[in-house]
Structure formats: structure tokens, C-alpha cells
């Protein structure tokens, strides 16, 4: 049974419109939960700090106010669906897997982009290591 559902929110708000969307559906007919989390790198997350002429900020707040995350608040709400807000400064794919593991989720949501073959290789995938390192079920949109 599918209580909690996770979304991995990045920055990307057309990208993640479609991911969102599926979601919210989802979480609507199963009267689910969601977590909206996003995962600020710790480069991205003081670039953040130093914008808003700020020494320290508890990420969750960041995060509520980060475009993505409201656009995806706004149509959970339009679906009726309860939500939370989360968020940890790190690795993305790290930080994601552990608050996966330590909390009572039951799917996740990842969004992903086109890349080569290679160019996983090199960069990495947040979300192929998400789905191949997590036990709880994925949707890859």
C-alpha cells in the first residue's frame, strides 16, 4: 500500500512539470502523502546564502521558496493532495537514498534528462543511481 510518496525536486521546472504531474495523479488516487525534497549542493546551497546576504538558513525553508518546489505545491493543492516540504545541502543522489532509507517512504519520483551513455559515465545520474540503489519502487518520468 502506497501511504508516502516522494518527489526529488530539482531546479528544472519544465523538466520537472511532467514528473510532478504524474505524481500528484497518482497521489490523488491512492489519498497518499507526498514529500516534495530537493537536495541543495553545498555550492549551490552558499550561492543561496550569500544572495540573500545570510550567514546560515534551515534548507527546508529555502525550499519552500524555491520555484519548482511552489509550482509543484500549487498543483498537489489544485489535486487535493497533502504535501511537506524537505530538503539537505549534500550529494543529491546521497542525500536522497538516506532520507529515503530513514524515512516511511513507498515510492519515489525522479525526473530524468537525456544524457549518452558516456556522459552518465563521467557525470553520473542522480536518478539511475537512485533506482538502482533504493528498495522502494521508482517511477523514472
Known amino acids: 500500500m502506497i501511504e508516502t510518496i516522494l518527489i526529488a525536486v530539482e531546479n528544472q521546472r519544465e523538466r520537472m512539470q511532467p514528473v510532478i504531474d504524474h505524481a500528484a495523479e497518482m497521489a490523488a488516487g491512492l489519498d497518499a502523502d507526498v514529500v516534495l525534497y530537493h537536495v541543495y549542493e553545498d555550492e549551490e546551497f552558499q ?64 525526473g530524468s534528462r537525456r544524457r549518452s551513455r558516456t556522459g552518465k559515465a563521467i557525470f553520473g545520474s542522480v536518478s539511475q543511481q537512485i533506482l538502482f540503489e533504493t528498495d522502494v519502487p521508482c517511477t523514472l518520468v
Open 47 to 110: 550561492s543561496l546564502l550569500e544572495a540573500r546576504n545570510i550567514e546560515s538558513a534551515d534548507p527546508d525553508e529555502l525550499a519552500r521558496q524555491n520555484a519548482t518546489v511552489e509550482a509543484a505545491a500549487a498543483t498537489l493543492r489544485e489535486s487535493g493532495v497533502d504535501f511537506s516540504v524537505g530538503a539537505s545541502t549534500g550529494d543529491p543522489s546521497d542525500e536522497l537514498l538516506g532520507y529515503i532509507a530513514s524515512s516511511d517512504i513507498d515510492h519515489v519520483f525522479v
